[in-house]
Structures are given as C-alpha cells and as structure tokens.
C-alpha cells in the first residue's frame, strides 16, 4: 500500500499532466486568459476600496468643519462632492474592469473548449480500429459533450472566479485591518474553521462526480440503441423494455447526483451559521468600542463598524465562492482524466517514414497471416492463412458467420494489422505503404451500408470529390443504381436522409457499390454487398464488373453461392481457417460442404452444415468480431 506522502505525489503528476495536456488547445486565447484575472484583480481591488471611501465620506458628513462644497487636497479635507466624484468614478472604474474581464474570461472559456472539441475530433478520426474499440460510441459522444463542458466551466472559474475569490479574501481582510483595528480579528479566527467544513463537504461530493461519468455514458448507450434501432424497437413491440432499460440509467445517474446535491446542500446552512454569527459579534463588540475610549482612539466609529460588516460579507461570500470553484474544479478533473486519455491515446496504425504512395498493382498475398483483435485474446480470429491473389482476379469467399470473412478483408486496407505473417499488396507488405494511399487503391463496400444525409450527389463524390456528373452516371450504372435514381423527382440532386431512411436496403447498397467504384481503385472488396438486392441484379452487376473493369482485382463475400459461382476461384472460410480453394465447378466435385450448400440453396431451402447457418436470401448481417 502507498503511503499518503507518495499517493500525493503520484496525485500531483496526475494533475500536473491533465493541466500540461489541456493548456495545449488554448492557443490563441493565451492572451484573453491572461487579461481576464489582470482586470479582475483590478475589479477586487476598487470593490475593496469603496466600503474605505464611503468610511471617509461619512467622517466628512460628520465633520463640523466640511461643506457640501469645500475644497481639499487630502482625505480629511475633501469636501462632500468631492467624495461623490470619487466614489462615481470607482465604481464606474470598477464595472468596467468586471466587464471587460467578464468578456475576456468568455472568449478565453468557449475558445479553449472549441479548441478541445476539435483536438478530441481530429483525434478520434486519426485512430484505427482497435483504437475505436477500446472506446464506446456513447463514451465518445459523452466526453466531447458533457465532459468539454465541464472542464469548460472550471477553466472559466479558474481564470475568473478562482482569482477573484482568494483576492477578495486578502484584500479585504487587509482592508477590516485598516478599518476595525482590533476587530478584524474576528474574520481571521473564523475563515480556518469554515474553510475546513466547506472542503470537507466538497471532499465528501467529489467521489459521487466521479462515478457519475460512466452512468453517463451508460444513460447516452440507452439513448444511441434506441434511437438507431427504433425500427426493430416498435417492430418487437419493445418500447416498454426500452423505457424501463432507460429508466434504470437515469435512475442511477439521478440517485448519485441527489447524494451529492444532498451533502452540496449544507453549503448554504454553513454559511449563515457562520456569517450570521460573525455579523452579531461585530455588532456587539463594535457598538462596545464606539461607546467606549479604547473604541473611539482606535478610530472605530458608526461608519467603521457598518463596513467592517460588508468586509465581513466580501470575505465569508468569497470563501464560499472558492468552495465551489473548488468543487467545480473537483468535478472537472474525472472529465479532464476522461478528454485527456482520447487526447494521448495514439494509433496503433501508422504510416511509416519512408512510405510507399504507388500501389503497382491489385496483387493480394496472405503469407502465414494469424490476426485477433485483442491481445489479451487467448484465441486467434485467423489461423496461419495462405492465400495468393492476382491483379485482376475475381475471388468469391464463403462462410458461415464466425468464419472470419471480414476479419480477412479488413486486414488487406489495413483497417487492423495481422498478429503473424504478413499481407502483401502489389507485392509490397501493408504497413509498408502510406495509409491514405493504400487505403485509395482498395475500396470496401461494408455490410453495415452506410449514407450520409445530403444529396445523392454529394455521397458518390465521398468516393472521389472531383468526380464530374457523367463519372457519377458511369459509376451508377455499373451499380445497376442509374435507373432508380432517375426514377425520383430530383434525380442525381435526390436528399438522403440521415442513415439513408428514405431508401431502400437494395438501394442503399448499389449506390455505396458506386461510391466505391468512383475511386477507381486497384482492388474491390465486396462484403455481402448484394445481399439486399435480387439475384438478376446481382447478376448483372458482376457482368458490369467483368467487362468494364477486368484489371480491378474482386473480392466478393456472399452467402449465395450464385454470387460466385461464376468467380475466378471460391474460397471456403470455416473458423478462420481455409478450408478450400477452387473453382464453382471443382468445389462441386470435390468439396462436400460446398456441394451441399450448393444444393440446398438451388431448392430454396437452407443449409446448415459445418460452416454455419446460411439463408439463401440473406447475409450473416454482422461483421465477425
């Protein structure tokens, strides 16, 4: 067990890192971060000044010897307007510094968490795969909404707030001195013991905070597979279990935050126990010593007591004050841990130094290739896989789900590196080449078909930007996707809804299948891309493919067999492993699994046999994780 003198030190290189990694994005707002606390410093001290001005405005109101319009050229000759132009002036003066540091402290808070936004953002986009996978969607989302703000708030008190209060404590403590002499001492006796009850209760909160961020991310995981899978919700008639699975969430994150509210709540009771307590003392003592000779040559007078109290007031409220930027700050460093480890996370995918950027051709070899996704994983997704592919070959690949067809593919772009042996593209290894320039050269078509709201237009051209209009009808009749499109109102200008809601399944495939071919690249991965649209179609898509772009080497993944019946060679995946290579008419005569799958689905029935369930109509739906 650490001992409290190195738990401490290991707390403060914590703190020390969170703050040296999130001053990186405040950039160009160091300025209006640094003029923010001059002007509030300048705010304090004209606050502190004021209650003195008005002591000696008083005096003057008093005195026998000052008119309303006298002259003076020191504090105990200044005539009473004199004193008005004064105070005028200070507090003028006064809200000016409060407004120009209340600006300044916006722009330098939102600056710096939309600085933060987008280093999280650029981040995240930079990762691969198993980066992403360490990582849920909800916690993403979660840690650049709620947790931004957080830190947002607490950089806002500390350049603002955090000055404030501490100087408004000295200052005014300085100033009830100069005021009340001996009686100033009342402050002093009362500010260890309340700062202690003020931070033992923030202390007892910060462990709440701490545990609610991952109910949170729990309550937006509700939130995200509800709202993504609300067909499927409201076909199940599912909606009651969705409410309930809410409510447990909102339940918990409510349940953690009444607790820390609840202890957060004797914040205010401590307050007045304590101002009240301290403004009775100094009432009685002061109207002693206004009565009294020690009072009257201490200069204690009326005037004196009466803003010796609102000192009293400035030093007790600035105490509470940096209790909660205290508790602000307590709550902002489980965010600042959370935004931090997105921030230092690198990717486990890199482009090397010295890159290859030319890709010569659509060749693919497999030499020994073992891959899993984790690697704490005890079992391999793939087992020591050899394959050779040929630039311009066709290749059809076949398996049940679980049978690692995807994990296959995914290793050709690069999307995860191979755990063993290696992947070859146009006879150089993966991670040779620049990421961006393999990953333009072999274009994959996902199961999960994904469109983005806009324009038809405007989501061809992801697969290629300055693709002209007579590219975009090229590409889309390869796709078999040129007719349907000219078939709506808009045509090629059609809106896409978000995920492509307002299209069909069938659709949403051909035009992913054209997004891809506009790329024109050197290899064409086609994972179970066909499943949704009818055999015809299906067909003559291949068809398009053999005649218009016979150098671009094909991998085809489907579960029907008529998808690649007419390949240049079909590979058997069983539990990661091949367990055949050959053409339509050599699996049928020597493969027994191919044959009865073949067979099966020319009935129209299903098959079940050692490579899985396979439905003539459908594909496995989810990738093989």
Known sequence: MLCPSLLKISIDKEVFFLIKTLARSIREYKLVSILSPIF???EVILECLLPYTITKLGSAIESPTVSMWSWGNSWETL???????????MSLASLLCGMLSGIFCAKASTGFARNLRKDMYYKVQ?????NIDKFSTPSLV???????TNVQMAFMMIIRVAVRSPMMMIFSVIMAFVMGGSLAWIFVGVIPPLAFLLFFIMWKTMPLFHRVFKKYDNLNESIQENVKGIRVVKSYVREDFEKQKFDRAATDVQMDFTKAERILAWNNPVMQLFFYGVLSTVLFLGSYFIFHESGRAQGISVWSVS????YGMQILMSLMMFSMVFAMIATSIESSRRICEILKEESTLKSPENAVHEVKDGSIDFNGVSFKYFASAEKNVLEGVDLHIRSGETIGIIGGTGSSKTSLVNLVSRLYDATEGSVEVGGRDVREYDL???RNQVAVVLQKNVLFSGTIKENLRWGNPNATDEELVEACKLAQADDFIRSFPDGYDTFIEQGGTNVSGGQKQRLCIARALLKKPKILILDDSTSAVDTHTDALIRKAFREYIPETTKIIIAQRTSSVEDADRIVIMDNGHIDAVGTHEELLDHNPIYTEVYRTQNKGGKAISSLGEMDAEGGDGNAEI
Do not use: H, K, P
């Not at 979660?142 to 931004?148: A, E, G, N």
């Not at 803003?307 to 609102?310: A, S």
């Open 307 to 310: 803003q010796l109290i609102v």
């Open 436 to 438: 961006t320039s393999l």
């Open 40 to 42: 509030v410093t300048f």
């Open 126 to 130: 930079d990762f691969s795969f198993e």
């Open 79 to 89: 005539g009473i307007w004199q004193y008005a132009i004064i105070l005028v002036s």
């Open 142 to 148: 979660t840690r650049m909404t709620t947790d931004i």
